[in-house]
């Protein structure tokens, strides 16, 4: 499964870096680096801190390619 991520461009239209989006919702900075490589799959706790944080619904933050779902 794939799950692409726009944290790296929230992060930019933001400008803050991979730390300071980390200590804000209290996960690590190699976390937050795996989401936006697509390596890692978040919980749903750690999905709703970062749409609660960038203010922007889960699924616009996250998307799962449709074939994954079959």
């Not at 790296?8 to 900075?29: D, G, H, P, V, Y």
């Amino acid at each position: 499964m794939v799950l692409k991520s726009n944290l790296r461009i929230l992060r930019a239209k933001m400008n803050i870096s991979q730390t300071t989006l980390s200590k804000a919702i209290n996960i690590s900075r190699q976390t937050i680096s795996l989401l936006e490589k697509g390596e890692y799959i978040p919980s749903l706790k750690t999905a709703k801190k970062l749409s609660l944080y960038f203010e922007e619904p889960i699924d616009d933050i996250f998307i799962l390619e449709e074939e994954d779902l079959i």
